[in-house]
């Protein structure tokens, strides 16, 4: 399973776009990239899913660079609900049934 | 619809005891995760069902843990002689088709045990 790195912290005020870049220089051609949230006391979210390019969704937007090395979760606009911890997750369909959750990203947004 | 739901949300044992811990997957889905995650962590797998079969095991830490699901609906995670090691949240995810990193998985809130 492809190892991924992400910013252990994060901090944003309202209303400002943040983007967290997360790396995974030995993904697989047969990898996607899912980005998943996860507040306090509750379990991870699907946030969205990529394989290249860019997807968006009414949540957030994901930029993947033809290389695929790394990628970009974006979100438009935070406010203080989008406070929470945010992984980044590579794996394919063929064979890995499990999720691999590195410790996240803590997004702090402050008013 | 519902969505996974976990009992209890809370659980305190003693060192040495057995416990159980229970997960409702979303209806009609085949594929269920059982994951652990300690403070400060991501969640850790531990097993995954596809029906009623447990397909991959390999997270289990020890032959203390086991984990059911008889009927392919309700799962049940057990760990026998709990140690203090083993206080964590506990979190349960089911996935609609036959299981894979890219299909979206859903997770309940989690069982907080912990072991005095």
């Known amino acids: 399973l492809a190892k991924t790195t992400q910013p252990i912290s994060m901090d944003s005020y309202e209303g400002q776009e943040v983007n967290i870049t997360c790396s995974h220089n030995?993904?697989?051609?047969?990898?996607?990239i899912t980005w998943y949230q996860q507040f306090p006391s509750q379990g991870p979210r699907f946030i969205i899913q990529?394989?290249?390019t860019k997807v968006t969704n009414e949540v957030a937007s994901l930029f993947i660079p033809a290389d695929r090395k790394s990628s970009t979760l974006s979100l438009p606009r935070v406010s203080l609900s989008d406070t929470a911890v945010y992984y980044c997750?590579?794996?394919?369909?063929?064979?890995?049934?499990?999720?691999?959750f590195g410790k996240g990203t803590k997004l702090s947004v402050i008013p | 619809g519902a969505g996974v739901s976990q009992t209890p949300s809370n659980k305190v044992t003693e060192k040495g005891k057995y416990v159980e811990l229970r997960c409702d997957p979303i209806?009609?889905?085949?594929?269920l995760y059982w994951y652990r995650q300690s403070l400060g962590q991501g969640p850790e797998f531990l097993i995954y069902?596809?029906?009623?079969?447990?397909?991959?095991d390999s997270g289990l830490p020890n032959d203390r843990f086991f984990a059911v699901r008889p009927e392919g609906s309700v799962s049940t995670l057990k760990i026998q002689r709990t140690e203090r090691g083993d206080s964590a949240v506990y979190l349960c995810?089911?996935?609609?088709?036959?299981?894979?990193?890219?299909?979206?998985?859903?997770f309940g809130p989690g069982t907080r045990l912990t072991v005095l």
């Open positions: 990529g394989y290249k």
């Open positions: 997750l590579v794996g394919s369909g063929a064979g890995s049934y499990q999720l691999t």
């Open positions: 995810a089911s996935s609609a088709v036959a299981g894979g990193a890219i299909d979206t998985q859903y």
């Open positions: 030995n993904i697989a051609t047969n990898d996607y």
């Open positions: 069902f596809q029906g009623t079969g447990a397909a991959d």
């Open positions: 209806s009609g889905h085949t594929a």
